[in-house]
């Protein structure tokens, strides 16, 4: 997803990948990440659990509005 995001930024469309991965993303340093510390293939949390996923959410949308 790394690639990707500097393919589409490099294209004008802003973009946030949610890292599970931190050695990966740090290796190839996408213009916003947010580092979330879940099991691969839950990149917003424990299914069900519709509060904290809104949260995670939140909290990458956050980063499009930092420079």
């Not at 973009?15 to 996408?30: N, R, Y």
């Not at 949260?55 to 499009?64: I, S, Y």
């Amino acid at each position: 997803m790394s690639v990707l995001a500097h393919v589409f930024e490099a294209a004008g469309l802003s973009t946030v990948v949610l890292a599970s991965m931190l050695e990966v993303v740090e290796k190839m340093a996408p213009p916003r990440a947010l580092y979330c510390e879940f099991p691969l293939g839950r990149p917003l949390g424990r299914p069900g659990d519709a509060e904290f996923q809104q949260d995670v959410l939140e909290r990458g949308l956050a980063l499009l509005d930092a420079t």
